[in-house]
């Protein structure tokens, strides 16, 4: 082998090996830094059998996204998950939909039996998830200014 081709070689891997931890660098950044989101937490609403609870939350992604109102099914005993919402997900649509001091649309939550759960938010949000079950919980909406 003549001096190019074993410099070639060397070149080939350095960069192989280069490239190789800066896809390490990003992944381990995706799955292992904290979310740049925060939940704040505005109602809990035990079921009627004290079994689940729907969680009514803030959730703030940062400068760039609006405040969102979201909703959640959880274990009466569990704590404020740090995700978004498994069942309702809104924001105001850019000040369309009429917003309380968070800044975010109001939602009512009503349980109608202990797996069964009205939800009551304005028409004019912009709503980007609205389940209509999460495990054995049936949701219903209903929208009212």
């Not at 060397?10 to 280069?18: N, P, S």
């Not at 405040?67 to 850019?94: E, K, M, R, Y």
Request: glycine residues 4%; charged residues 20%.
């Amino acid at each position: 082998m003549d001096d190019k081709s074993i410099a070639m070689k060397w070149i080939r891997r350095a960069l192989l090996t280069v490239a190789a931890m800066v896809l390490v660098a990003i992944l381990r950044a995706y799955w292992f830094l904290p979310s740049m989101c925060a939940n704040e937490l505005v109602s809990e609403i035990p079921s009627p059998d004290g079994m689940l609870k729907i969680v009514v939350f803030l959730r703030d992604c940062g400068a760039t996204t609006a405040a969102s109102i979201q909703a959640s099914v959880v274990a009466a005993d569990a704590p404020l998950p740090s995700t978004a919402g498994n069942l309702f997900v809104a924001d105001s649509d850019h000040g369309k939909a009429p917003v309380t001091a968070s800044g975010a649309p109001e939602l009512q939550v009503a349980w109608s039996s202990p797996r069964e759960v009205v939800l009551h938010h304005d028409p004019r949000a912009r709503v980007f998830k609205s389940a209509d079950r999460v495990d054995d919980v049936r949701a219903s909406y209903v929208q009212s200014h």
